[in-house]
């Protein structure tokens, strides 16, 4: 698809356009960190942001929702609950955050499609927005080969000074800009800049892990006894911050609340992690990854192998918000790169 202009100074009407006919959500500064969050105007957005706390994960999967309502009795009946989303534009997600997005559609469009969340992933517009430097020193995106996007947005845009360049993702992007924004073609010199912004971005960004991705899978499993994690999980609190914050942790909890009359109720879906305790208890008290070591082991083999062998993508985007949030700093590319060290000096 074609790429066109957009100038800086035309966003803000582009953004009070969307707002006629969508929830625009985008990044906006909040005690000084930045949130995804429902904005009333372009003035309340920052999209100069470096990430924010949260992904966008919730726009999709909410922290807690109802799945079904249900009648006891003599007449029992149970009913599906389906919102009807309004439509929302998600303004200015970084590349990793597109990524993770796929990695979300892949749990629960492809495998066993959810209906809740389908609904909101159809009624939802991606605006992209290039990264071109690092956010902070714990992002590892390039690693993760997430620094670059060539699909999963309707538009992405690019700064280039003055202007965005903005790429065409769909057919739905392309009739959103026709019909909201004021662009153009670009000029032979802004086709320079961003070939000059692109050169820049890759500059920029330096890669950290000391192996090639792919190994990934084969330098965990062989870690599996490894007493690395042991030693790991004596600094883990297990408080499970990492996995609320990351974009692409899924896994959720379900249970059944009933109204003290005992006549009806609903079905009620609520986001678990792996890292607490009572994540793997099941019937009987059982629980099959009762201690730190397991849970934690569990959780990096999870986004470095499961994940990966699963879905053919690593399931880890490298946004680094698991580090940012961990109050004892553990930090994924450092494990992996522990491991492999490890493994490196064994064979020896
Ligand atoms: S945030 Fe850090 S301390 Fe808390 S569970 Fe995750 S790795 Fe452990
Ligand atoms: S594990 Fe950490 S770096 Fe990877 S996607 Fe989750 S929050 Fe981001």
Redesign the pocket.
């Known amino acids: 698809m074609p790429l066109k202009i957009l100038p800086k100074e035309s966003v803000p009407l582009f953004v009070d356009n969307l707002l006629r006919d969508y929830e625009v959500i985008g990044p906006l500064r909040k005690d000084g960190f930045y949130v995804f969050g429902s904005v009333r105007s372009f003035s309340d957005m920052e999209l100069d942001y470096p990430i924010t706390i949260y992904p966008a994960k919730k726009f999709f999967l909410p922290p807690r929702e109802s799945l079904l309502r249900f009648k006891t009795g003599e007449k029992v009946s149970v009913e599906p609950v389906v919102e009807e989303p309004q439509p929302k534009v998600l303004f200015g997600l970084h590349p990793?955050d597109l990524h993770?997005t796929w990695l979300l559609d892949a749990a629960f469009l492809q495998e066993t499609p959810d209906a809740s969340y389908e609904a909101r992933r159809r009624h939802t517009v991606f605006v992209g927005l290039d990264c071109l430097k690092p956010c902070d020193e714990y992002a590892?995106c390039k690693d993760?080969g997430t620094l670059y996007v060539n699909g999963g947005y309707d538009l992405f845009l690019t700064d280039i000074g003055d202007a965005y360049a903005v790429d065409i993702g769909s057919k739905r992007g392309e009739e959103m800009l026709e019909r909201y924004a004021d662009t153009r073609e670009p000029t032979p010199s802004e086709l320079k800049r961003l070939e000059a912004a692109h050169k820049e971005k890759e500059e920029n960004f330096s890669n950290r892990l000391k192996f090639d991705i792919h190994n990934l899978p084969a330098i965990l499993w062989n870690s599996y006894d490894s007493p690395y994690w042991e030693e790991l999980a004596q600094k883990c609190l297990g408080c499970g911050s990492?996995t609320l914050?990351?974009?692409?942790?899924y896994c959720f909890d379900v249970f059944d609340k009933v109204e003290l009359n005992l006549q009806k109720g609903e079905r009620i879906r609520v986001w678990d992690s792996c890292l607490l305790e009572e994540f793997a208890k099941v019937a009987g008290g059982l629980n099959f990854r009762p201690s730190r070591v397991e849970r934690l082991r569990h959780r990096f083999f999870r986004?470095g192998k499961y994940l990966t062998e699963r879905f053919g993508k690593v399931?880890?985007?490298?946004?680094?918000?698991?580090?940012r949030n961990c109050l004892v700093h553990i930090n994924?590319i450092e494990v992996y790169n522990h491991i492999y060290e490890e493994q490196q000096k064994s064979a020896a």
């Not at 914050?245 to 942790?249: D, G, H, R």
């Not at 399931?315 to 580090?323: D, I, K, S």
């Open positions: 990793c993770s590892f993760m990492c914050v990351c974009s692409t942790c986004k399931g880890c985007v490298g946004c680094g918000r698991c580090t994924p």
